[in-house]
């Protein structure tokens, strides 16, 4: 497709369990973000990936947090050992290049809910 | 801390009337700012921009103010129409850093009514 798109739309799990959320940015896209958005708060930067270089992680809440990206293709965020706290929309984000007035373009997200 | 304040979490505005989103910021770094717009269930769109060094930008119905001395921007939106019903945020970035990463406001829900 021609947008972002991401895996799965909707998640449900248990307390304690792991998540794997995919995101598959615009095709050619070097720089891919994951954001989250908690219940009536902005969206809060977690990752971003540019290109071959080291990620920045700066945003992850916690050593809970991982993700990764093979080359400028897909992207996984991996959560371990989730808590109720980490329910959230889970929003990637790609664009073309790392320049900071590029326009970002986004997924429809991925509803996570950890009962 | 909150670097971007929406102080309004909605607002609603009647059909062909002038709709004004206001956003406010404290990191003074910030030189780059966004408006995008998010319906239900989907990601959020962009939907238009300005950079420091300019204070108005224009793109059809939708423009955008910015404010630095008071560290303050707005989106007008006229006339507004009820396909601008949709949940309003305000981004920035700064050229440091993670330059490219964006610090969303809270968002501002807009109700265009008939």
């Known amino acids: 497709g021609a947008g972002v798109s991401q895996s799965p739309s909707n998640k449900v799990t248990e307390k304690g369990k792991d998540v794997e959320l995919r995101c598959d940015p615009i095709s050619g896209h070097t720089a891919l973000y994951w954001y989250r958005q908690r219940l009536g708060q902005g969206l809060e930067f977690l990752i971003y990936?540019?290109?071959?270089?080291?990620?920045?992680k700066s945003g992850l809440p916690s050593d809970r947090f991982s993700a990764e990206r093979t080359g400028e293709s897909v992207s996984t965020l991996t959560i371990q050992r989730t808590q109720q706290e980490d329910s959230a929309v889970y929003l990637c984000?790609?664009?073309?290049?790392?320049?900071?007035?590029?326009?970002?373009?986004f997924g429809p997200g991925t509803r996570l809910l950890v009962l | 801390d909150q670097q971007v304040k929406q102080n309004s979490p909605s607002l609603s505005v009647q059909e062909g009337r002038i709709s004004i989103l206001n956003c406010d910021y404290t990191n003074s770094m910030f030189d780059y700012f966004l408006w995008y717009k998010k319906y239900p269930a989907e990601g959020p769109t962009f939907l238009i921009s300005?950079?420091?060094?300019?204070d108005k930008n224009e793109d059809g119905r939708f423009t955008v103010f910015l404010n630095k001395s008071a560290k303050h921007l707005s989106l007008h939106i006229v006339p507004s129409q009820p396909g601008d019903s949709a949940v309003y945020f305000c981004?920035?970035?700064?050229?440091?850093?993670?330059?490219?990463?964006?610090?969303f406001g809270t968002g501002t829900r807009l109700q265009v009514t008939l």
């Open positions: 981004a920035a970035s700064g050229d440091t850093g993670t330059a490219s990463k964006l610090t």
């Open positions: 990936f540019q290109g071959n270089s080291a990620p920045d």
């Open positions: 984000a790609s664009r073309l290049s790392g320049g900071a007035q590029e326009t970002q373009y």
């Open positions: 300005i950079s420091s060094i300019k």
